[in-house]
């Protein structure tokens, strides 16, 4: 599947995505990291978060090409990890489900063959005409 870089937003947007992606920056490399790791301070998550920040306040057009660049990664990453995650998901949850309920003979939709039956119909249930009327 080819992927394309999406279009950068207007100055709004992308002023907001400035703001957003400095902060977290910032907060996230420059103050979360070090605490957690028990690492030394660094000062470059707060420099480019700052630049960030700073970029979205005065021209936040200078971040369109960083912003597209951004959001191409991004869908790259979400296209592999919901592949990667479908798949577990398949394989080592609903299979092992679907394995055990044949197993153990469960017949949710009532397929199984009756022969003195003469037809599978079941008829739908007599419902009270103003059932809909307040459904919460």
């Known amino acids: 599947m080819p ?3 999406p ?3 207007q100055p709004k947007g992308l002023r907001k995505y ?3 992606t400095g902060t977290g920056i910032a907060l996230l490399f420059g103050l979360c990291f070090p605490i957690i790791f028990n690492i030394d301070w660094p000062v470059w998550p707060h420099l480019l978060g700052g630049l960030f920040v700073l970029t979205a ?3 936040p057009p200078i971040l369109a ?3 597209r660049v951004w959001m191409g990664i991004a869908l790259v990453l979400g296209y592999v990890n919901s592949k990667i995650l479908l798949t577990i998901v398949y394989l080592f949850v609903l299979t092992p489900i679907g394995l055990m309920r044949r197993a153990f003979g469960a017949d949710a939709m009532g397929k199984s ?3 003195n039956q003469s037809s599978y119909r079941q008829a739908a249930e007599k419902r009270n005409p103003n059932h809909m009327e307040r459904p919460f």
């Open 3 to 5: 992927f394309t870089l």
């Open 7 to 9: 279009e950068a937003p």
């Open 18 to 20: 400035g703001l957003v």
């Open 57 to 59: 306040a005065v021209y």
């Open 65 to 67: 090409p960083v912003y």
């Open 113 to 115: 063959f009756q022969q």
